[in-house]
C-alpha cells in the first residue's frame, strides 16, 4: 500500500453531498503548480508565490467560460499536515463542481488519492505515529460528543507522549544494563538496581492505570441502543416508523405482526442511536413462533441501554407493565403514552398521574406525530447525559492499542520479578535486557515504530479518501 510517497495526490476532501463549501485538497511537489492552472487569485497573486499559511481569495475556472468563488489555503512543507507543500481549494460543495475541478487536476497530472493517503503520508513523514492516525479514523467514524472527545485526547498525542517518555526511560535503563553486561569484567558497576527498580514499578504503574481506566474505542463507535417495547398493538412499529422517518416495520392491528428485531440509525440532538423495535410482550411466554420472538425481544432488551414502554392510553397501566418482571429499572426508561388521538386529553393527563410510574411519561400519537419533538428531547436526555457513559476526557483505546500496553506490561513484570529476585549474577542481567528490550519494542509498536504492511493496511481500510 502507498507504494509512492513523493508524487503529488488530489482528492475531494469535504464531506460526500452538497454543502456550502466543498475542499479538494492537494498534496506533493507539484500542489502549487497544479492549484496554480486552475485557482486565480483577486489580486493577481498566483499560488505558487505564496507565502507559508497564507489565505488567496479568488475563484476557480471551471471550463473556459465559467469560474467560481474559491479560496486557496497554502500550507508550505514542512509546516503542513503532511510535511510537504498543501494546498487547499475551498468552494461552492456543488458535486459537479468538485467532481470536474478533480477531474482537471488530474488530467493535468496529479494522482487520485487513495483512502487514508494524506493521513499516511503524515505517517510516513514522522508528522504523527500511529496511535494520533488512529485518533485521525476514530474521529472520523465518531457518532457523538463522548467519541470526538475521545478520539479528540488520542489524535493530539496524550498516548503517545505517555509511551515516547516511558519509552526514553526504559531505554535508558537498557543502556545501563547492557553496559553492565558488556563491562561484566571491569570494576565499575553500571547497574543501580534500586533505581531499575523504581523506573520499573513506575512504568508498571503508568501502564496498569492506562488499561485499567481507558475505555474501548471499538465500545465507544457502536451506537447506543434505544428499544422500543410493550404489549402487542401499543404502536411500537408505528411509533418506530415515525421516528425514524421510515416504512420499515409493517405496523398492522394484528397482534404479533413484528417478530424479528428491526433496528435504525436515529439521529438525536447530542449523537446518533440505534432504535430497535420487536415483538410485543405478553405475560406468558409459550414455545410458539410468537413466544420465541418474544424470548428474541426479551434477550435484546437486556441489552439496550435506554428502554421506552410503548402503552396503550386505552390499556390500563398494571396491564401494560404485567410482562415485565423486573422493569429495566437499573437504566433509564421512559413510557411513551400512545394513541392519544383516540381519548379526551383529560384522560391522557389522568392515565399519566394514576400510573404512578417512577419515570417520566410523554404523551405521543405515532399516527399523526404529535408529542415526538418532546419524546426525541428526553431520549437525547437519558442516552447522553448519562454520566457513566460520557467518559470526561479520559483516553480511549482501540484493541490494537490495549494489546501493545499488555505485551509491555507483560515484558516488565517479567522485568520487576527480576529486579526482586535478582542475585545480580551477570548471566541473568541478560535476562533483565531481553525484558526491557521486549517492554520498549511492544511501545514502538504502540506508537507505529514497528509496523508490518498487514498492520497498516487495517489501520489505513477505515480511511476515506481525502483524509
Ligand atoms: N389511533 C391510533 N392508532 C395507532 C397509533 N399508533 C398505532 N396505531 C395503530 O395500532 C395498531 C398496532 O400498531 P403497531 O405499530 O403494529 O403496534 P405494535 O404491535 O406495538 O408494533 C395499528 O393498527 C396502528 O395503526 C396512534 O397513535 N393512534
Ligand atoms: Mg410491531
Known amino acids: 500500500m502507498f507504494d509512492r510517497l513523493d508524487d503529488t495526490i488530489v482528492a475531494i476532501s469535504s464531506a460526500p453531498g452538497a454543502s456550502p463549501r466543498g475542499i479538494i485538497r492537494l498534496s506533493g511537489p507539484d500542489a502549487y503548480a497544479l492549484a496554480g492552472r486552475v485557482f486565480q487569485s483577486g489580486d493577481g497573486s498566483v499560488p505558487a508565490h505564496a507565502?507559508?499559511?497564507?489565505?488567496?481569495?479568488?475563484?476557480?475556472?471551471?471550463?473556459?467560460?465559467?469560474?467560481?468563488?474559491?479560496?486557496?489555503?497554502?500550507?508550505r512543507a514542512p509546516a503542513s499536515y503532511t510535511r510537504q507543500d498543501l494546498?487547499?481549494?475551498?468552494?461552492?460543495?456543488?458535486?459537479?463542481?468538485?467532481?470536474?475541478?478533480?477531474?482537471?487536476?488530474?488530467?493535468?497530472?496529479a494522482r487520485p488519492a487513495e483512502p487514508g493517503?494524506?493521513?499516511?503520508?503524515?505517517?510516513?513523514?514522522?508528522?504523527?505515529?500511529?496511535?494520533?492516525?488512529?485518533?485521525?479514523?476514530?474521529?472520523?467514524?465518531?457518532?457523538?460528543d463522548a467519541q470526538l472527545?475521545?478520539?479528540?485526547?488520542?489524535?493530539?498525542?496524550?498516548?503517545?507522549?505517555?509511551?515516547?517518555?516511558?519509552?526514553?526511560?526504559?531505554?535508558?535503563?537498557?543502556?545501563?544494563?547492557?553496559?553492565?553486561?558488556?563491562?561484566?569484567?571491569?570494576?565499575?558497576?553500571?547497574?543501580?538496581?534500586?533505581?531499575?527498580?523504581?523506573?520499573?514499578?513506575?512504568?508498571?504503574?503508568?501502564?496498569?492505570?492506562?488499561?485499567?481506566?481507558?475505555?474501548?474505542?471499538?465500545?465507544?463507535?457502536?451506537?447506543?441502543?434505544?428499544?422500543?417495547?410493550?404489549?402487542?398493538?401499543?404502536?411500537?412499529?408505528?411509533?418506530?416508523?415515525?421516528?425514524?422517518?421510515?416504512?420499515?416495520?409493517?405496523?398492522?392491528?394484528?397482534?404479533?405482526?413484528?417478530?424479528?428485531?428491526?433496528?435504525?440509525?436515529?439521529?438525536?440532538?447530542?449523537?446518533?442511536?440505534?432504535?430497535?423495535?420487536?415483538?410485543?410482550?405478553?405475560?406468558?411466554?409459550?414455545?410458539?413462533?410468537?413466544?420465541?420472538?418474544?424470548?428474541?425481544?426479551?434477550?435484546?432488551?437486556?441489552?439496550?441501554?435506554?428502554?421506552?414502554?410503548v402503552a396503550d392510553v386505552n390499556t390500563p397501566i398494571v396491564d401494560a407493565l404485567a410482562p415485565f418482571e423486573n422493569l429495566p429499572v437499573d437504566r433509564p426508561w421512559c413510557v411513551a403514552v400512545n394513541k392519544t388521538d383516540t381519548v379526551a386529553s383529560s384522560d391522557v393527563s389522568r392515565w399519566i398521574d394514576g400510573s404512578g410510574i417512577p419515570v417520566k411519561a410523554i404523551p405521543v400519537c405515532a399516527l399523526t406525530g404529535k408529542g415526538m419533538e418532546t419524546l426525541l428531547a428526553h431520549l437525547n436526555d437519558l442516552v447522553f447525559t448519562r454520566a457513566d457513559r460520557v467518559p470526561t476526557d479520559r483516553l480511549a483505546l482501540s484493541n490494537r492499542q490495549r494489546q501493545a500496553l499488555h505485551e509491555a506490561l507483560h515484558a516488565l513484570s517479567a522485568a520487576r520479578q527480576w529486579c526482586v529476585h535478582a542475585d545480580a549474577t551477570h548471566a541473568q542481567t541478560e535476562l533483565l535486557a531481553v525484558h526491557l528490550h521486549e517492554a520498549i519494542d511492544a511501545l514502538c509498536v504502540l506508537e507505529g515504530r514497528l509496523t508490518t504492511d498487514e498492520l497498516l493496511d487495517r489501520i489505513f481500510s477505515r480511511f476515506c479518501i481525502g483524509k
Not at 475551498?90 to 459537479?96: C, L, R
Not at 500511529?130 to 476514530?138: K, N, R
Not at 416508523?241 to 404479533?256: E, F, H, Q
Request: glycine content about 6%; charged content about 20%; hydrophobic content about 50%.
Open 51 to 75: 507565502q507559508a499559511r497564507r489565505r488567496l481569495a479568488g475563484c476557480v475556472s471551471i471550463d473556459a467560460e465559467t469560474s467560481v468563488p474559491a479560496e486557496a489555503y497554502c500550507f
Open 87 to 109: 494546498i487547499e481549494l475551498h468552494t461552492i460543495g456543488a458535486i459537479p463542481i468538485l467532481a470536474l475541478l478533480l477531474e482537471k487536476l488530474t488530467a493535468l497530472g
Open 149 to 309: 472527545r475521545a478520539s479528540h485526547a488520542m489524535l493530539h498525542g496524550r498516548l503517545s507522549r505517555t509511551s515516547s517518555t516511558l519509552r526514553a526511560e526504559l531505554a535508558d535503563v537498557l543502556a545501563r544494563v547492557e553496559a553492565d553486561i558488556d563491562f561484566a569484567e571491569e570494576p565499575i558497576d553500571f547497574l543501580d538496581l534500586p533505581s531499575v527498580s523504581c523506573v520499573v514499578d513506575a512504568a508498571v504503574a503508568t501502564l496498569s492505570a492506562l488499561v485499567d481506566d481507558a475505555p474501548s474505542v471499538e465500545q465507544l463507535e457502536t451506537l447506543p441502543t434505544v428499544m422500543l417495547t410493550g404489549l402487542a398493538n401499543a404502536g411500537k412499529s408505528t411509533l418506530f416508523n415515525r421516528l425514524t422517518g421510515m416504512d420499515r416495520v409493517i405496523a398492522s392491528a394484528v397482534a404479533g405482526t413484528t417478530r424479528d428485531i428491526i433496528s435504525s440509525p436515529l439521529k438525536l440532538a447530542d449523537g446518533q442511536v440505534t432504535l430497535l423495535d420487536s415483538a410485543g410482550l405478553s405475560v406468558s411466554t409459550a414455545d410458539t413462533l410468537e413466544g420465541r420472538a418474544e424470548q428474541l425481544a426479551r434477550d435484546r432488551l437486556a441489552s439496550a441501554e435506554v428502554v421506552v414502554l
Open 117 to 144: 493517503e494524506f493521513t499516511a503520508r503524515a505517517f510516513f513523514s514522522g508528522a504523527m505515529d500511529l496511535t494520533c492516525v488512529e485518533g485521525v479514523a476514530a474521529m472520523i467514524a465518531s457518532h457523538n
